[in-house]
């Protein structure tokens, strides 16, 4: 089995403000097995791929993989609450603000986490990047998730 060169890669981008997460289910969705990326690529906008492949796809010497994501949105058989966090867990674990915040800021050495650090004075972390909206993002997502 090959091995990608940058398993995390260095993504930055809004949740929601472009393009819906629906829009990115629609195009998961449609995987059903290992495809070439050139014919996923040819099916959908060309800013909904781009983003979708730095997002979600796992591609390997230009064939787009079927995956634990896409094996999930075919068995939940709909844009579940299960599915959309798992997406935007993904979105969050693959940008780079978002994985520096918690495991610099919100991680402590103890293995606890700090959650003072979600009032309004630290959105300056994500300042020159996507700002106060990237760090409600986060916020939201961890708290409709119960990790805070």
Not at 81 to 97: C, G, S, T, W
Not at 112 to 141: I, M
């Amino acid at each position: 089995m090959l091995r990608l060169a940058n398993p995390l890669p260095q993504f930055v981008g809004s949740l929601s403000k472009y393009i819906r997460a629906e829009k990115y289910y629609d195009l998961l969705s449609s995987i059903t097995h290992d495809i070439p990326e050139s014919q996923l690529r040819a099916k959908f906008d060309p800013n909904l791929y781009a983003t979708a492949r730095a997002r979600y796809l796992i591609v390997e010497e230009g064939m787009v993989r079927r995956d634990k994501l896409v094996d999930l949105i075919h068995d939940e058989g709909a844009f579940s609450e299960r599915v959309k966090m798992v997406m935007y867990f993904l979105f969050m674990f693959r940008d780079r603000r978002y994985r520096e915040f918690i495991c610099n800021v919100v991680g402590q050495k103890n293995g606890n986490w700090d959650a003072r650090v979600f009032s309004d004075t630290h959105s300056e972390f994500f300042e020159h990047a996507g700002g106060r909206k990237a760090f409600t993002n986060l916020r939201q997502f961890l708290s409709q998730t119960g990790i805070r």
